[in-house]
């Protein structure tokens, strides 16, 4: 908030005469000098959004933020979160002479004026300054003077240039976090001519070069973190030097070479990570006698895992996934493991029989995409706190342990892609907490068990490329929180029971024994967007509920005996329905048609159903019409309500925006008659159904209706609801969809919103506005969602997070102007109290964060991995998902080989030009480092966005 934007209350003149009045009596004890700076700094920050109030508070060491001594002598002064703009106030701190620590962080200050450096340079009590997480622009000052000060932090900000002697004068400088920011060049060495640092980071920025050796001169260093950067060359010998170092964190630069052996002489080292890097070479030996946290993934490390590497009493977690190791695992771990990741490496053998009797607290065990053979441990049951077990891809036989049944905290178990028989063990029903199980692409025989049914937690299940017969068991309805069910590939046959109710990612039933009708049970899966029944013996007619299914967006029908006409189907449906003769295709073009043999007319009936329709329609129209005019009646604030009015009946409904053009066009009867006519629905999702209303003016708007009826929405009253709204109505951002105005009946909430003309990002990526947009359009669309995102995430009161960021849920006002919608969700939501599946939180397919399957919570660092999926869309112009996996995935295969990272890019846009290629390998950086699989080194929002603007 801007200086000069904020109200107040008194006159200016009842305002300063009753604060000189009580000056006397608030700074009696301190000393004029204090006396007259406090009473200047008051009136500037009572300008702004400012807690200080002089009127209630007449000692100014009771102020928030403000720290005195006992006898009233300021030392600490925290003007946090002020919504501070201007800088001018600045200068006026530093004639507070017993200064010791100074905070205007979370700010929107975009300079440190000259005469703050040379006044609070004077100052020599003065320990800490902190100006982070604000918009300070241009090269880093020169502190002159501040022979005190030990904690400098500038870090979220857009500081760019190089760093030479900047800093050099601060000899008592411990910390110094420069972190998210766009300084070059090489490493800054001139420090402090003391060299008393302790802490430095500088991640998140744009330093090349290589790591210099000077930083060993500083020997009291105890934590590096030089991550995000574009850093080349090796890790100097001399870093091992450092015999008080407790964190280094290198990852995600261009350094190669070898790890140093010196490393495993650092006693006191606990965190080591330098993931995605180009390091190769093997790991030294007794790298971990004294470490916690090893995180080495994403390089080209060779050789085979050392004895000893594994087995340092202190180890909490490793992660040397995707590196190109080999040989086995070895038997020797220490009983502190937490995690380990070892996955899409080339290890071979059996896996050791982990007994987790010394192993207890071994959580999540990661051994993806490798080459082990032979039967799964056993013991592995023994693993009590065993959350993530991931043996997928690797060359494992024999039956599936039963013993696993015991794993009473396993979330999720993927053991897909490899020779695994017999059949599915029943005792997997204990498993109550299990979300995730994944054991297609084996040969698992037999039925599947319908004590599969007790796994109420259970949200993916994928059995698909087995040899599983007999049918289907009818209590795979009660899964209520099943949201993927994939049978795909076995012999599966007889009827298709009813299905669970909340399944949305994909029912797949493809190449199976089933036949006969379409079953109509189907029609109840009102959320499943892709629905395959490929490769089986259905027969009759393509049922018309299908094509009513709004958030439908692939059918699968080839290879079956259907006959008769297609349905109308939906622009944004694909269907595919080859491979059935008889069908007829008399529909629109996204239809994938196979022969179209026409066989007696069924017109009439047709015509006479549809005549029926109509005619019913018209009636429900005009008595729907008739009710919305007599009960929907408002004035520009809000609606009047009936006296007769029947349930669900309106509670309230109110303008939200100061627009006036707005304020002016939206009318809530025409709204209200709009909604009633399905017709006008335009988009469908999990949360809500968007209708186009043209207002008496010809301007037209989205109207989101929110289904009151689910729990999920009820957070203990309308009141609490609305004041929600009210809050987002307030926001002010051109890339976020803000409510305008909303009404409010019993069982539904309806929100207004300005009306984005070209659709979804979907839509024009995937749809059919397929290749419509050029680099400069996904540019801008990359850039404006990250303008958005960043702005919901550094909202002053608390974050604003997306419950389900993806493409489909990004409007576009035109092709460079994107808006993320569905900002209201996370608000008014309460996921505890759902009734359906737990995607409520996860979001959509595709986009979910892994950590996710482990904490169950919408976090920034969450939205930012969504984010990433975006990014990665625009880049390539997949989908999320396709063939079975997910993009995100996909990409990180690539990610270690650079040299292979045009073959993600999208071809047909990436060859118009050297400089659009060059940009968007360096967005394609970007979105590698928003998706990381571990949510700690991913950059924030902020960073995001300027990183997108540095690669233009």
Not at 895 to 912: E, G, M, P
Request: hydrophobic content about 40%; charged content about 15%.
């Amino acid at each position: 908030m801007s200086i000069s934007s904020s109200a107040t209350f008194l006159s200016p003149f009842f305002f300063y005469f009753f604060f000189f009045s009580l000056c006397p009596l608030v700074f009696s004890q301190q000393s004029s000098n204090q006396t007259s700076t406090m009473i200047t700094l008051s009136q500037l920050l009572n300008n702004t959004a400012s807690p200080w109030d002089i009127t209630r508070q007449r000692d100014p060491c009771s102020w928030k933020g403000v720290q005195c001594t006992g006898s009233s002598v300021i030392t600490n002064l925290s003007l946090s979160g002020f919504g501070l703009v201007t800088s001018d106030f600045l200068p006026v701190v530093c004639k507070i002479g017993s200064l010791q620590a100074l905070d205007v962080s979370n700010n929107q200050l975009s300079s440190i004026p000259n005469e703050f450096i040379t006044s609070c340079g004077g100052i020599h009590g003065l320990k800490l300054l902190n100006f982070s997480k604000n918009r300070l622009v241009g090269s880093l000052p020169t502190f002159h003077g501040f022979v005190g000060l030990e904690i400098l932090d500038l870090s979220y900000n857009s500081l760019s240039g190089k760093i030479g002697l900047e800093l050099d004068q601060l000899d008592s400088l411990k910390s110094l976090h420069l972190s998210r920011n766009h300084f070059d060049g090489s490493i800054p060495t001139n420090l402090g001519k003391a060299k008393a640092l302790e802490q430095l980071d500088l991640s998140v920025n744009n330093f090349q070069g290589s790591i210099p050796e000077q930083l060993a001169d500083y020997g009291n260093l105890t934590h590096i973190d030089l991550s995000f950067n574009n850093l080349s060359g090796f890790i100097p010998g001399r870093i091992g030097e450092l015999s008080k170092l407790e964190v280094l964190i290198l990852s995600s630069n261009n350094l190669n070479g070898g790890i140093p052996a010196n490393f495993s002489k650092l006693a006191t080292l606990s965190r080591f990570a330098a993931n995605q890097n180009h390091f190769s070479g093997s790991i030294p030996g007794e790298l971990t006698r004294y470490l916690k946290i090893l995180d080495l993934s994403y390089n080209k490390l060779t050789g085979s895992i050392p004895p000893d590497l594994l087995s340092q009493p202190n180890l909490q977690m490793v992660d040397m996934s995707f590196n190109l190791l080999n040989g086995t695992i070895p038997k020797d771990i220490s009983s502190n493991l937490v995690r380990l990741r070892l996955g899409s490496n080339s290890l071979s053998g059996e896996i050791p029989s982990l007994t987790c009797a010394t192993l207890g607290n071994l959580t999540y065990l990661e051994l993806e995409n490798n080459s082990f053979t032979g039967m799964i441990p056993q013991q592995l049951s023994s693993c009590q706190n065993l959350t993530l077990l991931n043996l997928a891809q690797n060359y494992l036989t024999g039956s599936v342990p039963e013993q696993l049944g015991n794993l009473s905290r396993l979330q999720v178990l993927k053991l897909q892609l490899n020779k695994l028989s017999g059949e599915i063990p029943s005792q997997f029903a204990q498993l109550q907490v299990l979300s995730t199980l994944n054991m297609s692409r084996n040969s698992l025989a037999g039925s599947i068990p319908s004590s599969i049914s007790n796994l109420q937690k259970l949200t993916n299940l994928n059995l698909e490329g087995n040899t599983l017969s007999g049918t289907i068991p009818n209590s795979i309805s009660n899964m209520s929180s099943l949201i993927e069910l994939q049978l795909g590939e076995n012999r599966l046959r007889g009827t298709i029971p009813m299905m669970p109710i909340n399944l949305q990612i994909s029912l797949n039933l493809s190449s199976n024994l089933f036949e006969g009708f379409i079953p109509n049970s189907l029609r109840r899966l009102t959320v499943l967007e892709v629905l395959d029944l490929s490769n089986n013996k259905f027969s009759g007619e393509i049922p018309d509920f299908l094509a009513e299914m709004k958030t439908l967006t692939q059918l699968i029908l080839f290879n079956n005996q259907l006959s008769g006409d297609v349905p109308k189907f939906g622009s944004y449906v694909s269907v595919n329905f080859s491979g059935n003769p008889n069908l007829r295709n008399v529909t629109t073009p996204n239809i994938s048609a196979g022969s179209t043999n026409r066989k007696k007319s069924v017109a009439v009936p047709i015509f006479i159903a549809l005549g029926a329709a109509l005619l019913t329609l018209g009636v429900v129209t005009v008595v729907t019409l008739a009710i919305s005019r007599r009960f929907y009646r408002v004035n520009d604030e809000q609606l009047q309500l009936g006296g007769d009015l029947p349930s669900p009946q309106v509670i309230h409904g109110n303008l939200l925006t100061a627009n006036a053009i707005h304020r002016s066009n939206i009318c809530f009867t025409k709204a209200m008659e709009a909604v009633a006519d399905p017709l006008n629905i335009t988009l469908k999702t999990r949360f809500s159904t968007y209708y186009k209303a043209i207002m008496p003016s010809g301007v037209s708007y989205f109207i989101k209706k929110l289904n009151w009826s689910d729990k999920i929405f009820q957070l203990g009253s309308h009141d609490k609801f609305e004041q929600e709204l009210e809050v987002l109505g307030k926001l002010n951002n051109s890339n976020v969809m803000t409510p305008l105005a909303y009404v409010l009946t019993t069982d539904s909430a309806y929100l207004f919103y300005e009306y984005a003309s070209k659709g979804t990002l979907f839509d024009v990526l995937h749809g059919s506005l397929e290749n419509a947009l050029d680099w400069p359009s996904r540019y801008s669309i990359a850039v404006g969602v990250a303008q958005g995102l960043a702005f919901l995430h550094g909202c002053t009161s608390s974050p604003i997070l997306l419950l389900d960021l993806s493409s489909k849920n990004i409007m576009l006002k035109s092709m460079k102007e994107p808006q993320v919608g569905d900002i209201e969700l996370c608000k008014v939501i309460d996921p505890s109290k759902s009734t359906g599946s737990l995607s409520t939180v996860a979001g959509s397919v595709g986009y979910i964060p892994p950590e996710y399957a482990y904490t169950m919570m919408v976090t920034m660092a969450g939205n930012v991995y969504s984010f990433g999926v975006v990014l990665l869309e625009l880049l390539t112009g997949k989908p999320a998902v396709s063939e079975g996996m997910e993009l995100a995935k996909r990409v990180l295969r690539y990610s270690a080989q650079q040299d292979k990272w045009d073959h993600i890019l999208d071809f047909n846009v990436s060859r118009t030009s050297i400089t659009v290629r060059s940009q968007m390998l360096a967005v394609l950086k970007v979105a590698i480092a928003c998706v990381n699989v571990s949510p700690e080194p991913r950059p924030k929002m902020k960073s995001v966005l300027r990183l997108l603007l540095n690669a233009r």
